[in-house]
């Protein structure tokens, strides 16, 4: 969970810029995000598209987001059971508010991202 300093101004006011970005700065965070935007994920689906996250991290940050009512756990009811994630209204109302980020990074970061890309392609080709 967030804690209360992380969404309150110096004075202990609420904050709501603070307390979006403590959610969202919370490191796999807007990658769930993303990857719930299509529709309902599985577990182990969202695992591999998110990549880098262990799954114990993934699974305490999708506790978090059903927590702040931004992700809903379905169970299936199949033999065996497994369970679905998906965005709720609150989520996709999040999810487009990080998408204006998206159109940025696209003005404003594809020249860097070019840029690490050359010197990370010619440092493996040195080393």
């Known amino acids: 969970m967030i804690e209360r300093k992380l969404v309150s101004t110096p004075e202990g006011d609420y904050c709501p810029v603070r307390a979006t970005l403590a959610l969202v700065g919370q490191k796999w965070v807007p990658h769930i995000v993303y990857h719930l935007m299509p529709g309902k994920r599985r577990f182990n689906e969202l695992s591999r598209d998110v990549g880098g996250c262990n799954s114990r991290t993934l699974r305490d940050r999708l506790a978090d987001l059903e927590g702040v009512g931004v992700v809903s756990r379905h169970i299936v009811e199949t033999m065996p059971p497994r369970v679905e994630y998906e965005l709720t209204a609150r989520g996709q109302e999040l999810a487009q508010a990080l998408s204006p980020l998206a159109g940025w990074g696209t003005r404003h970061m594809v020249d860097d991202f070019d840029e690490i ?11």
């Open 117 to 127: 890309e050359k010197v990370n392609g010619s440092a493996t080709a040195a080393g």
